[in-house]
């Protein structure tokens, strides 16, 4: 079911923020910074439409800023947003930003992980490999 011109709907949760969503989700952003272009947007658009062209574009798993600016650009020739998703579909995504998994502030941003190494002399699979190689 299409969903039409419900933008008051669906206005952007509290807690969740327009460039956030765009990092977490890992959006393409091509060559423009990310502030410049969500302001470039909210400038030219309504911030509930970019909101929706931002959970259009994860609905259909185009994960590219040049996805989101093509759904605002048609959005505008129409004169009102076309969206297919709903409103689960919605909670989903937006919870996820303004309620990270716990884990996630539990790790510092610059603790490094050591690189795994086996203890080759003391296990039996190194031998196993050596004698399938044979």
């Known amino acids: 079911m299409t969903n039409q011109g419900m933008d008051q709907e669906f206005s952007p949760r509290p807690g969740v923020n327009l460039s956030q969503m ?3 989700y890992a959006f393409d952003l091509g060559s423009e910074p990310l502030d410049s272009l ?8 309504p911030a509930a439409w970019v909101y929706l062209a931002i959970v259009e574009a994860l609905y259909q ?3 590219k800023v040049i996805s989101v600016s093509q ?11 076309l969206y297919k998703f709903n409103r689960d579909f919605e909670r989903l995504v937006s919870g996820r930003i303004s309620h990270p998994p716990a884990f996630l502030n539990q790790v510092p ?3 490094k992980i050591p690189q795994f190494e086996p203890p ?6 190194l031998a196993k490999l050596r004698a399938m190689a044979y």
Not at 38 to 45: L, Q
Not at 71 to 81: A, D, I, N
């Open 61 to 63: 798993g185009r994960y």
């Open 120 to 125: 080759a002399a003391s296990s039996g699979f």
């Open 38 to 45: 969500v302001r470039t947007w909210t400038d030219n658009y």
């Open 22 to 24: 765009l990092t977490y």
């Open 109 to 111: 941003r610059d603790s």
């Open 71 to 81: 759904l605002l650009q048609g959005w505008q020739r129409r004169g009102k947003p």
